[in-house]
């Protein structure tokens, strides 16, 4: 069975969906990224998106899940890369993939990344205005 | 006065299914010069109700056309299937109504991406929705 | 004897031109300005000398047939041509329709000792007439159709213009009311923009916005929602007072959005956000 792979970068998780995915596929990623942040405690995950011309409700789903799972063992998520066209149908569709941040590129979501996790590290108050999806 | 100018169906039996028909749903869509962003809502539209179709009813057949009308060009995508059918369609097409562990967002989600949309559901024998989206709609 | 109607007005052609040019130049309706006496005279020959030379007598009674294409092509040139240069409908029909008096003048002058031929030739010209008097509106019409498509292709285009106004910083006026369509038109350019830029601030200023019913503000909040899925931060400036009230007073949820009264409070905010700081600079005045 086909596997999207996890890349290990310190702290963080980066995986880079370059396929659309069917749906075992995507569970499985799900269960695996899951693994992963339990195994190597990781306090960030990073899913890029940019190759993804469709994500439809079970697609956004299953980021919204690994987004709540990755909070619950404290760990952040960030979508990076989506589509124009896929963000305009996501909101027409009605999904707004709560729980999970979005960055423009990678090096914007890894910025993020960071920046949060230094953020639950010394004030943790203030965690509100920069989120980017609430 | 709709014109098809070209068809085409797909039998849909499992979830390995669903790439395949996407592609050949963007297919169509880039014959007749549709916008990216009408791309993106018609094959998530169409995704949308092709899962439906494959938890509700294992499965079903799908109708691809590209018809004319006037001057615009669009397609229409008609699905069939035999599964148990919807008894309740406006409460299947209310917002965040699901009879399944999903969004609910399937149907009314797939009605706002397209121009128009038509359910039918007879108890017992199946359900066939119909959609359209316009090339410049 | 049997008349050629179509022979003697290709004999008569000089004395056709003539009477139908003095015809146009004593309208009191012409417009020296859109187009000189020579052109006029110019496009009115080659028209003339187009359709003498394609009618035969056979052929007369049948103007949609294919053999008047070259005729009917002119005709369409001239009346798309008109309708460009903003001729109205009226001094266009005058133009075919005085060619139709010259036509008849001729016929009637040439065949007045043979009564019955004289009616003949008249209704078949007028008949044939007629039908290029036709064309000549749906051309035109068509015309003017073209026109406006353009505009209001080009009144998309400009009046969504997506400014960067810093870097990381999009600034979109709006003017204008925001129906759906144009919602869509709004939120392709500004997301495309945003990833063509790598801008993670936009302002969406809706000063220019006459009214904000629920309908425009759930197109406002749909953008908003769009950019932040995109990873972008999204604020809406110029709110005017009474936009605030009948928000409120419609019972409109625009907490989750941030929104500041003029553009410049809102670009304030995003250089906070992206931790920017605009100073004026002291001048040393010991210097």
């Known amino acids: 069975m086909d596997r999207i792979p996890i890349l290990r970068m310190g702290k963080f998780l980066l995986v880079t969906i370059q396929i659309d995915l069917y749906d075992r596929l995507a569970t499985n990623l799900e269960a695996d990224l899951i693994q992963m942040v339990n195994k190597t405690e990781a306090k960030g995950v990073l899913i890029d998106i940019s190759a993804l011309s469709i994500v439809d409700s079970f697609m956004g789903r299953i980021l919204g899940n690994i987004g709540s799972m990755s909070k619950i063992m404290d760990a952040e998520t960030v979508v990076v890369g989506m589509q124009p066209a896929v963000a305009i149908t996501l909101i027409e569709l009605g999904l707004e993939l709560k729980g999970v941040h979005t960055a423009l590129n990678v090096e914007k979501g890894m910025d993020l990344l960071k920046e949060k996790i230094t953020m639950y590290d010394e004030e943790p108050e203030e965690l509100e205005d920069e989120d980017s999806v609430e | ?137 | ?287």
Not at chain 2, 30 to 42: A, E, W
Not at chain 3, 59 to 68: G, H, L, M, V
Not at chain 3, 124 to 142: A, M, P
Not at chain 3, 224 to 238: D, H, K, N, P, Q
């Open chain 2, 1 to 137: 006065m709709k014109i098809v100018l070209n068809k085409d169906t797909m039998k849909i039996e499992k979830e390995q299914d669903v790439v395949p028909f996407r592609n050949r749903v963007k297919e169509y869509a880039v014959k007749i010069n549709m916008g990216l962003v009408n791309q993106t809502k018609l094959i998530t539209a169409a995704s949308e109700l092709v899962r439906n179709m494959l938890k509700y009813a294992n499965g079903g057949i799908v109708l691809i056309e590209a018809i004319s009308q006037g001057r615009d060009n669009g397609i229409r995508l008609t699905f069939q299937d035999k599964g148990p059918g919807i008894s309740d369609i406006s409460l299947a097409m209310k917002d965040g109504y699901s009879s399944g562990k999903s969004l609910g967002v399937g149907l009314p989600g797939s009605k706002r991406l397209v121009n128009e949309f038509d359910i039918k559901s007879t108890i017992g024998e199946g359900t066939t929705v119909s959609i359209i989206k316009w090339k410049n709609g």
């Open chain 3, 1 to 287: 004897m049997k008349t050629d109607i179509a022979k003697l007005l290709q004999r008569k052609k000089k004395q056709i031109l003539e009477d139908w040019m003095n015809m146009q130049l004593a309208d009191a309706s012409l417009r020296e300005d859109l187009m000189s006496n020579e052109e006029l005279r110019e496009q009115s020959n080659e028209l003339l000398d187009t359709l003498l030379k394609t009618i035969t007598d056979k052929n007369i009674t049948e103007a949609t047939s294919e053999e008047f294409e070259p005729v009917n092509e002119i005709i369409s040139g001239i009346s798309i041509l008109r309708a460009r240069q903003g001729f109205s409908p009226k001094e266009t029909g005058t133009y075919i329709f005085s060619l139709k008096e010259a036509l008849l003048k001729t016929l009637q002058t040439d065949l007045k000792d043979d009564v019955n031929t004289m009616v003949e030739a008249i209704m078949k010209v007028n008949k044939l007439l007629d039908v290029l008097g036709i064309l000549t509106f749906e051309t035109f019409i068509k015309g003017r159709e073209e026109v406006i498509l353009r505009q209001t292709d080009e009144i998309t285009e400009i009046s969504t213009p997506v400014i960067r106004v810093w870097e990381g910083i999009l600034v979109l006026p709006i003017i204008g009311t925001l129906d759906s369509s144009r919602t869509q038109v709004v939120m392709e350019n500004l997301l495309l923009e945003i990833v063509e830029s790598g801008s993670t601030m936009a302002i969406l200023d809706i000063s220019g916005v006459p009214a904000v019913d629920s309908l425009v503000a759930q197109h406002l909040i749909k953008t908003v929602a769009a950019t932040r899925l995109m990873g972008a931060e999204c604020i809406i400036s110029g709110i005017r007072p009474e936009i605030a009230q009948t928000v409120v007073h419609l019972g409109i949820d625009l907490s989750n959005i941030i929104t500041k009264s003029s553009l410049a409070s809102a670009l304030k905010h995003a250089f906070g956000i992206l931790k920017l700081d605009v100073k004026r600079i002291q001048k040393d005045k010991a210097l």
